[in-house]
């Protein structure tokens, strides 16, 4: 009887374990999202207007196909 209750002991705490690693994963993975946000974020305020404006035209230019304007013919 003694074995049971030391291999039920062993998978407590080893639920104890698991459920404690997956935490720290989750709060070093936060930790990190949040590094790279704060170096990211004042970046995109860097972007000036004119730049972006700029390259939405040349964005538009390269994807929008150009459409030949209608000719009458008589």
Do not use: C
């Not at 062993?10 to 989750?26: C, D, K």
């Not at 207007?49 to 008589?74: A, D, F």
Request: glycine share 4%; charged share 25%; hydrophobic share 45%.
């Amino acid at each position: 009887m003694g074995n049971a209750a030391e291999q039920g002991a062993i998978e407590i705490l080893t639920g104890l374990v698991a459920r404690q690693s997956f935490m720290n994963a989750l709060d070093d993975t936060f930790v990190v999202s949040a590094i790279i946000i704060s170096f990211v974020l004042p970046l995109t305020f860097m972007l000036s207007k004119k730049r972006v404006e700029k390259e939405r035209q040349r964005q538009e230019q390269l994807y929008v196909p150009r459409q030949q304007p209608l000719r009458h013919h008589r």
